[in-house]
């Protein structure tokens, strides 16, 4: 599978926990997105990095998410003490730079948080 | 107001009927236009993408753009039940984020 991966598919957490979930992008991609999306919404914006290099943080992104890209391969995004308002499915896109007219979405990770 | 508006459905119509899927936008600055499909507890598949004004075809899929009024659509011709799906349309900002709307809940009724 060359696609845009995403693990886990679901995580059920209790309020208060930390999760951490990854990405790993199409190889040759260096451009890549984090988005959330919620029950009867479209995705909204979050974060990006393109290489190792985080551009820019969306207002959505509290001070209890982190994003890394260390080595500019695969990246992860923490939440820390969840919350029910977390709950929402995340997804990971990837794409060339000044290609993102086809940039590729993983299966995302749904997250919910009881 | 939101950057995208997309009415949200759902949006019923008998196998064969063609669908038309529309959205309208507020940022004059947006120059590529794109429809997503997004089956359920699935990610976004592209289906098409425009850049500025015009039409585009793709098999049984039409994508519209006018600019003069900020709005976009998407013909289904033909449609199939394989083509029940959320139909999100989108466009790029300037700082290369995708922006999308809402999204169309669409079922083709066998």
């Known amino acids: 599978d060359t696609g845009v991966s995403q693990d886990p598919r679901h995580k059920i957490t209790k309020r208060g926990q930390n999760v951490t979930f990854r990405c790993d992008p199409i190889s040759e991609h260096n451009r890549l997105y984090w988005y959330r999306q919620t029950l009867g919404q479209g995705p909204e914006f979050l974060t990006y990095?393109?290489?190792?290099?985080?551009?820019?943080k969306s207002r959505l992104l509290s001070d209890r998410f982190s994003a890394e890209r260390p080595k500019g391969s695969f990246s992860t995004l923490e939440i820390q003490r969840t919350e029910q308002g977390d709950s929402a499915m995340y997804l990971c896109?990837?794409?060339?730079?000044?290609?993102?007219?086809?940039?590729?979405f993983g299966q995302g990770t749904r997250l919910t948080v009881v | 107001q939101k950057e995208v508006e997309q009415d949200p459905g759902p949006l019923s119509v008998p196998e064969g009927a063609i669908v038309s899927l529309n959205c309208t936008y507020s940022?004059?600055?947006?120059?590529?236009f794109m429809w997503y499909r997004q089956y359920s507890r699935k990610g976004p598949e592209l289906l098409m993408y425009t850049y500025s004004s015009g039409n585009k075809e793709d098999g049984r899929f039409t994508a519209q753009v006018d600019k003069s009024s900020k709005y976009i659509s998407l013909f289904i011709r033909d449609s199939q039940p394989s083509d029940s799906a959320t139909y999100l349309c989108a466009m790029i900002s300037r700082d290369d984020k995708i922006i999308f709307g809402k999204g169309t809940r669409l079922h083709i009724l066998p």
């Open positions: 940022n004059s600055a947006f120059q590529y």
């Open positions: 990095f393109q290489n190792e290099a985080q551009l820019e």
């Open positions: 896109a990837s794409s060339l730079p000044g290609l993102i007219t086809e940039a590729f």
